[in-house]
């Protein structure tokens, strides 16, 4: 593959969201590799070191108005991709999630001419399956996808509903998500896992910014089947609107003791080694990045086969997977798993092998390195 140094704008959202976590993840393992990458987000994103000098953040700010009802965003966003394109001179920008992300970067297009300026948009489940389908955005995001140089999306799964949906004229490129083994791996202080789990008893462990696709609450009532019969610990880790129902309803099935919530951490690597099994009952997950981090330190997610779980997470293999009554299928095979340890065991060497072998960084960042060097290397697809 050609090596030479690209200068790459990524833009993301930059909260705590699998598509925030995989461009910051994405632009630290290309600055790595000796590109140049401009990061542009309306604020510091959630996963970004504090001070990372290989990395030029961009944070987009939007002038209030007294007519701006609804700051224009994507307007400000433009402007400054725009500045940046010209100033250090990008030879592409990667969007990541398609709105307004894609439509911004388009709009630059028009604005740098005659500098030519490659869009790559990346999918990441709801900008299609929800906010692209809303009749307010539909027609916005099909022009988006017809409109970009390439589009990528993190699973098989999302790229058939993207097919079905839009069926955009270009290809669709599967590249999955990934994981750095060596940030996330199986250890962690004596003292965090004796925190959670003082007498030795299993720890079971959620993470998400709790929007309700995420099915919280699920996860706390599958808990409260399991300490019903043995000892153990819940943690719940993250913040958002469903919190406050989460842990009413700890509460109201006798477990708050039991449950312990740790609001949103910046260092979860430092938090998930010590979980036997993590709780993902979605209603819907592209992809599911927060299991693959899990998998990746050793822990044996127990999710729903929803959307790209199936693609990430093998039934009986590295994982369990759910369907029908999730309560009752999460809580049962939880059971069953930790009454057998060297199962447990077995299955946890399992999860980090294939974060290790299925979803290493480095083969997956070079498959976008490949799809920016076909997109530059071909002639420009609209005028
Ligand atoms: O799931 C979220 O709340 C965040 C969302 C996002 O857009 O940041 O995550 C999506 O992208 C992740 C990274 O590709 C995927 O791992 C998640 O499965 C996906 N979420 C959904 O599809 C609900």
Do not use: W
């Amino acid at each position: 593959m050609d090596s030479a140094p690209l200068r790459l704008g990524i833009v993301c959202y930059p909260t705590f969201g699998g598509s925030g976590v995989v461009a910051t993840e994405l632009g630290r393992a290309l600055a790595e590799r000796g590109h140049a990458i401009h990061l542009f987000s309306y604020a510091p994103p959630a996963r970004m070191d504090a001070f990372d000098e290989r990395i030029h953040l961009h944070e987009v700010t939007v002038s209030s108005y007294p007519l701006f009802r609804y700051p224009p965003y994507d307007l400000a966003l433009a402007s400054r991709l725009a500045e940046v394109a010209e100033d250090a001179e990008l030879d592409l920008v990667h969007v990541h999630y398609a709105i307004p992300h894609a439509l911004a970067a388009l709009l630059v297009k028009d604005l740098v001419r005659p500098r030519r300026f490659p869009v790559v948009t990346t999918l990441h489940g709801t900008d299609i399956t929800v906010v692209g389908q809303d009749p307010s955005y539909r027609r916005v995001t099909r022009y988006a996808l017809e409109r970009s140089d390439a589009i990528t999306c993190v699973s098989e799964f999302l790229r058939l509903q993207t097919l079905e949906v839009f069926a955009p004229s270009g290809p669709v490129h599967v590249i999955p998500n990934f994981v750095d083994t060596a940030r996330f791996r199986p250890q962690c202080t004596a003292a965090v896992r004796t925190c959670f789990s003082p007498a030795g008893e299993p720890v079971l462990m959620h993470v998400s910014n709790f929007r309700p696709v995420k099915r919280a609450a699920l996860a706390v009532e599958a808990f409260a089947h399991v300490a019903a019969r043995t000892r153990a610990t819940l943690v719940m880790v993250g913040d958002g609107p469903d919190r406050p129902a989460c842990e009413a309803r700890a509460q109201a099935l006798g477990v708050k003791d039991r449950v312990r919530f740790l609001g949103a951490q910046a260092g979860v690597e430092h938090i998930l080694p010590a979980a036997d099994l993590f709780l993902l009952p979605s209603e819907y997950e592209s992809f599911g990045l927060a299991a693959l981090e899990a998998m990746a330190c050793g822990v044996v997610p127990v999710a729903t086969r929803a959307g790209g779980l199936p693609e990430v997470v093998r039934h009986g293999v590295d994982g369990l997977l759910v369907e029908g009554d999730v309560v009752a299928g999460m809580s049962e095979q939880a059971l069953a798993l930790l009454g057998d340890p060297p199962r447990l065991r077995a299955m946890k060497r399992a999860a980090r092998e294939a974060a290790e072998v299925r979803f290493a960084r480095a083969p997956i960042v070079d498959r976008y390195e490949a799809v920016y060097r076909g997109v530059l290397g071909r002639a420009p697809a609209h005028a």
